[in-house]
């Protein structure tokens, strides 16, 4: 017996580790994705213009604004234009070869929680596990485990930082489950591959919980959450 539960801790070990590497493959694809923007996209949003209002500043028609946000390096007239109305340098408009820094790429789930104040009287943690415990039922289908805690927290009309990351967390195991079972289906790895995939997200899934339930009753803290909320 003592060996079964041996076992069982190295395989949720196991999974834990499998789910962490996936997030961070997710944010990565994201940050990546985000580099290739191009680099008046970024400027123009910074500056809350739309192409219109751009197009309109600059003298440039509203195509040759999306040709270049769509990747056409500007050059000569244009380049001078775009540069002289957003007031920036023209080397600003050039698209980056820089890599995407070390530093961006060290997305983690914090596994070492600081303790809440407990004297914080906004903080209902009996609200806040069932809100977490809430995911249990659709573990099995990981795609909408994020609805039952969402709607309970709109029910509810609490939305503090603890139940903001339950909720974050949940939304991000929902994306990346998806993405994980049609990558064993595009290689082709089998039905078995396929079982045993669908298992380990619904076990990945379960296990997370459980844990942030362990810690929310001892500590009021979780135990797996996230560097940012996406609420």
């Known amino acids: 017996m003592e060996g079964f539960f041996v076992d069982?801790?190295?395989?949720?070990f196991k999974i834990h580790r499998i789910a962490k590497f996936a997030f961070k493959i997710n944010c990565h694809l994201s940050l990546m994705i985000y580099n290739q923007m191009s680099e008046l996209k970024k400027i123009r949003e910074k500056q809350n213009l739309t192409q219109e209002e751009l197009a309109e500043k600059s003298g440039l028609s509203v195509r040759t604004i999306q040709r270049i946000e769509a990747g056409t390096e500007p050059k000569g007239y244009t380049l001078k234009t775009l540069a002289s109305t957003l007031q920036i340098t023209e080397n600003d408009l050039l698209i980056s070869d820089h890599p995407i820094e070390e530093s961006m790429m060290e997305v983690h789930i914090l596994e070492e929680p600081a303790r809440l104040k407990e004297n914080n009287p906004t903080e209902n943690f009996t609200l806040i596990k069932i809100i977490n415990l809430s995911s249990l039922p659709l573990?099995?289908?990981?795609?909408?485990?994020?609805?039952p805690p969402l709607l309970i927290m709109l029910i509810s009309k609490q939305k503090n930082e603890i139940i903001r990351q339950i909720i974050s967390l949940q939304i991000i195991l929902a994306i990346i489950a998806p993405v994980i079972f049609m990558l064993v289906v595009i290689l082709k790895l089998g039905k078995e591959s396929v079982m045993v995939t669908i298992i380990t997200l619904i076990l990945a899934n379960i296990y997370i919980v459980l844990r942030n339930a362990y810690e929310l009753d001892k500590k009021h803290n979780l135990f797996y959450k996230l560097n940012f909320s996406v609420l």
């Open 8 to 12: 069982l801790k190295y395989s949720f």
């Open 139 to 147: 573990c099995w289908f990981p795609v909408a485990n994020f609805l």
